[in-house]
């Protein structure tokens, strides 16, 4: 079978490698239909990722089918599935609270274990969650990455009229815009590209994209950190109202904060990282699953895994939304 191998940063190839064994225990195997390049699979294509290994197979937004199980496994054969690319013990104190984002066991496809940019690959069906019928592949390949996305606005109240504002158009900011959008709000979507801007219009009519500059002296309720730098993440809180919360989804090791405005503000801070599984997943599908949520903008490029120079390279260049496999 074909499989993505990332010897080390930057030496990315296409090799045929021997065909899987049967799954064993609970294990199935998938063969794969789409699969979406994330911007986690760009930091470890570049070596940007401290805790990535090589060599290693990259890719972890995986739409498929499963072809074989194991005995103890549960999916029927021809079952359509999404994968949760990041492991948990299901015994640590976090764990047992339903907090399995944070299991300091926890082990990341395509980073730090190998992924899934092949024809097909074997996982417990521990980390495998079926989709309904009725949801498309194109939308149903956008799962996980959204789910990070309905993750972190658990931790607000986005309602009708809710002033809202997304610091960064990357493909987290066009779903965090897609989805505060749909909830009522009155969106502000801020980047530096105006590519990316100009795809967060095609979202709704009424969301307003604009550059940072064009938004100083603003205040809003709800402000979502989508970028990770560390201008960004200082630009967010200076955009946090009174009583707002700034809801951090982005990644960077440093910034500074007005301290003394966040708290003179009453400003609420929540960093968010990944989901919790299966809940995350059924509330993202159910979202996906409502033809009035427009999230198909969002997909700029489908290419073949032959053609995934050219993919990475697309992705690489910030100009697009997300560049998904088809195999």
Do not use: W
């Amino acid at each position: 079978m074909l499989e993505l191998h990332l010897k080390s940063p930057n030496e990315l190839e296409l090799r045929l490698v021997d065909s899987l064994p049967f799954p064993q225990g609970d294990e199935v195997k998938i063969k794969l239909l789409y699969a979406g390049i994330c911007g986690s699979d760009l930091g470890v294509y570049r070596g940007k990722l401290a805790h990535a290994t090589y060599p290693l197979r990259p890719g972890h937004e995986l739409l498929g089918t499963v072809i074989e199980a194991g005995e103890q496994a549960t999916f029927p054969l021809g079952t359509r599935v999404v994968i949760l690319p990041n492991t948990f013990c299901g015994e640590c104190e976090y764990c047992q609270a339903g907090k399995t984002n944070i299991c300091p066991e926890k082990k990341s496809m395509g980073v730090n274990q190998d992924g899934g940019f092949s024809e097909e690959f074997i996982i417990s069906s521990k980390f495998v969650f079926a989709i309904p019928d009725g949801l498309t592949d194109k939308r149903a390949v956008l799962i996980e990455p959204f789910a990070v996305v309905v993750h972190a606005l658990k931790n607000v109240a986005i309602n009708k009229g809710t002033r809202v504002a997304i610091v960064g158009s990357g493909n987290e900011g066009m779903l965090a815009a897609a989805l505060s959008y749909h909830l009522g709000a009155q969106v502000t979507a801020i980047d530096i590209n105006p590519n990316k801007l100009e795809l967060v219009r095609s979202l709704g009519g009424d969301i307003r994209a604009v550059y940072p500059q064009e938004v100083e002296g603003e205040s809003f309720e709800v402000v979502i950190e989508a970028a990770g730098t560390k201008q960004s993440v200082e630009q967010a809180f200076h955009l946090a109202g009174r009583g707002g919360a700034v809801v951090l989804i982005g990644l960077t090791a440093e910034a500074a904060l007005p301290v003394t405005q966040i708290v003179r503000n009453e400003v609420t801070i929540y960093g968010s990282i990944i989901y919790n599984f299966p809940e995350d997943y059924q509330k993202t599908v159910d979202y996906l699953s409502n033809p009035a949520f427009n999230i198909e903008p969002i997909i700029s490029r489908v290419l073949p895994l032959s053609d995934y120079q050219e993919a990475y390279n697309t992705a690489l260049s910030g100009d697009y939304g997300k560049v998904i496999f088809k195999f």
